[in-house]
T-cell receptor, first 117, second 111 residues
Framework: EPEVTQTPSHQVTQMGQEVILRCVPI?????FYWYRQILGQKVEFLVS????????KSEIFDDQFSVERPDGSNFTLKIRSTKLEDSAMYFC???????????????FGSGTQLSVL | AQRVTQPEKLLSVFKGAPVELKCNYS??????LFWYVQYSRQRLQLLLR??SRESIKGFTADLNKGETSFHLKKPFAQEEDSAMYYC?????????????FGKGTTLSVSS
């Protein structure tokens, strides 16, 4: 079965540094998502992306965050100036577009553990 | 506001015992409800969704709009069912809409 791939699996950075988390969605999928899970807390929606633009974003996804699909295969999440509270597991997901029906099955990557020191 | 509540952080049962993982939701419209599972060291994956009315790995879940619940049930638990289970809600009938997750329940099945 095709998989969503995320790199790196672990990322350690200093507070204030920029980080880019990378994801390769399943090739025929058209919708892409980022979620995060702070240790001990629930999985939280950050942003969804379709047709090269953000379709929905949460309150967490402020100006420090951005997403990009630079080359038609990768889907990246950039945090411009990391804060301690950005430490979390970040999950990428993708879904296939089958038209305006009920929400499609999301396929999740294995996550990138971001540690901000 | 959309909210998903899973009241139990941990549920421990013996092999062969019935399992019920509770999920309650808050949403004013007609939600789509899902159960996701995360086995140890594996990725989050869809277990089942209410619109499919399916049974996966012996698990079923019925949407009860009166009680705003979507409890996950299995009559006889197996050790391989041990995992983290997340109930999730989507409030709109459109692809690309956010999933709202509950905090998750760890199911531990012992022999």
């Amino acid at each position: 079965e095709p998989e969503v791939t995320q790199t790196p699996s672990h990322q350690v950075t200093q507070m204030g540094q920029e980080v880019i988390l990378r994801c390769v969605p399943i090739s025929n999928h058209l919708y892409f998502y980022w979620y995060r899970q702070i240790l001990g807390q629930k999985v939280e929606f950050l942003v969804s992306f379709y047709n090269n633009e953000i379709s929905e974003k949460s309150e967490i996804f402020d100006d420090q965050f951005s997403v990009e699909r630079p080359d038609g295969s990768n889907f990246t999440l950039k945090i411009r100036s990391t804060k301690l509270e950005d430490s979390a597991m970040y999950f990428c997901a993708s879904s296939e577009n089958r038209g305006p029906s009920a929400n499609e099955k999301l396929f999740f990557g294995s996550g990138t553990q971001l540690s901000v020191l | 506001a959309q909210r998903v509540t899973q009241p139990e952080k941990l549920l421990s049962v013996f092999k062969g015992a019935p399992v019920e993982l509770k999920c309650n939701y808050s949403y004013s419209g007609s939600p789509e409800l899902f159960w996701y599972v995360q086995y140890s060291r594996q990725r989050l994956q869809l277990l089942l969704r209410h619109i499919s009315r399916e049974s996966i790995k012996g698990f079923t879940a019925d949407l009860n709009k009166g009680e705003t619940s979507f409890h996950l049930k299995k009559p006889f638990a197996q050790e391989e069912d041990s995992a983290m289970y997340y109930c999730a809600l989507s409030g709109q009938r459109q692809a690309g809409t956010a999933l709202i997750f509950g905090k998750g329940t760890t199911l531990s099945v012992s022999s």
